[in-house]
């Protein structure tokens, strides 16, 4: 046939039978469970590794991908919920800087690396930043170490936040030495440093409930419980690791101690520090966690609920869970909401479930933000998607 002539009937095809389904990577995985009444789409699958994630102006979406040092930046120009554009906003960092925590302010992206704060906006209108302000550096942030080095970051009115958690599953450091396992506090001009919290493993996204001052963030339960014991009797498996501790759902006030490594979830103290001295004047210390889920969940990024889509969600928490390795079951790979009531967590609810048969993982989500038309987007970084959910009705 005649290569005009093909072309021809295929695009008359392509119109009688609708729009050209999408690629197999704007496809949701077969066998992700989702609850009744919502519906899950892939509004954009090209962004490999994609992290945590902002709302900007407009629409606009920034994805932090720190395995390929940059933010990209996506618009759904059409409103039909997906991202036809995504393209690079800030580039030139290295994996091991790790570019990860982003906030939006007076027309400035901020984001976070490792060793870095800085702020930046396109002054051309070409998308890309173009004027870039170093606000805080390696001498004002110093880590040491390997380990859960993502820097969480969060402005709230004139002070920023920011974290990065432990070298180690439990490391024995004082309390009051190091940068690491504490949330600090800078003035906008990167001056005025101060502790805020203390006694948190890894907290990866701090975020404020709405209409409050409160901080809240997912912190990461430490692996390996009860290994000294369980590996000496092997025959049993890991009837204790496997349940504990909980991963917590705090609210990090100011100077608030959050039990880490020694005290857990609700005062439970860790077994590798039985013998410390002062135990139970630390668990008389510690900040319990507003919230708990299932041990080895691995809580990422979350964000508070403002309505507009969702009936009854209003200031509900949607948390994205990555999952763990150190369940003999498989746990997490998941969005939950935590219902709330007079600012107070109440319940919580499996929204959407990437385990399949309760085994294949089909995705390790990572963040969430709401969109403007009062959908839930989230990322999942293996698959390298960002997902809309959307509440359809009964």
């Known amino acids: ?23 197999d990577n704007h496809a949701v995985p077969e066998g992700v469970w989702v609850r009744p009444g919502f519906r899950l789409t892939v509004a954009e699958g090209t962004i490999k590794s994609p992290r945590f994630l902002l709302t900007g102006p407009e629409g606009t979406l920034f994805v932090s991908v720190p395995k390929a040092g940059t933010i990209k930046r996506l618009q759904d120009q ?26 939006w302010r007076d027309g400035w992206l901020w984001y976070a690396t490792v060793q870095g704060i800085y702020r930046s906006r396109d002054t051309n209108g070409d998308g890309q930043q173009d004027e870039v302000v170093q606000v805080l550096d390696a001498d004002q942030l110093p880590v040491k170490g390997s380990g859960h080095r993502w820097r969480a970051l969060l402005l709230h009115k004139d002070r920023i936040y920011t974290h990065v958690g432990d070298p180690e599953n439990a490391g024995d450091q004082p309390i009051n030495e190091g940068e690491r396992k504490k949330i600090w506090s800078f003035a906008l001009d990167g001056s005025d440093k101060k502790l805020f919290a203390t006694g948190i493993r890894n907290t990866e996204k ?4 709405p ?24 025959q049993f498996g890991q009837p204790i690791t496997d349940h504990n501790p909980p991963a917590e759902f705090n609210k990090y006030v100011e100077g608030g101690f959050y039990g880490h490594p020694y005290i857990l979830g609700k005062n439970v103290p860790n077994l590798n520090f039985l013998d410390k001295p002062n135990l139970i004047e630390l668990a008389s210390q510690n900040v319990i966690p507003e919230w708990e889920f299932p041990a080895h969940s691995s809580g990422m990024g979350l964000t508070f609920y403002t309505g507009g889509g969702i009936p009854g969600a209003d200031g509900d928490a949607f948390c994205a869970f990555k999952g763990g390795w150190n369940a003999t079951q498989k746990v ?23 385990l399949k048969d309760g085994d294949e993982v089909l995705g390790r989500p990572i963040d969430c933000v709401q969109a403007p038309d009062g959908s839930i987007l989230f990322s999942e970084e293996t698959r390298g998607k960002i997902y809309r959910l959307s509440y359809v009705g009964k």
């Open 211 to 234: 209409g409050t001052d409160e901080i809240w963030g997912l912190d990461h339960d430490i692996d390996r419980y009860a290994i000294k014991w369980e590996s000496q009797n092997a």
């Open 78 to 103: 059409d409103g039909d919920g997906y991202f036809e554009t995504a393209t690079t906003y800030v580039e030139g960092f290295s994996a091991r800087q790790i570019l990860q925590g982003m906030a």
């Open 332 to 354: 997490g790979y998941s969005i939950e909401r935590v219902l709330f009531e007079d600012g107070r967590p109440y319940g919580s609810q499996k929204v959407v479930n990437f």
């Open 1 to 23: 046939m005649n290569p005009v002539r093909t072309t021809i009937c295929l695009l008359l095809l392509a119109v009688v039978a609708g729009p050209i389904p999408r690629a």
């Open 206 to 209: 701090l975020v404020i409930r």
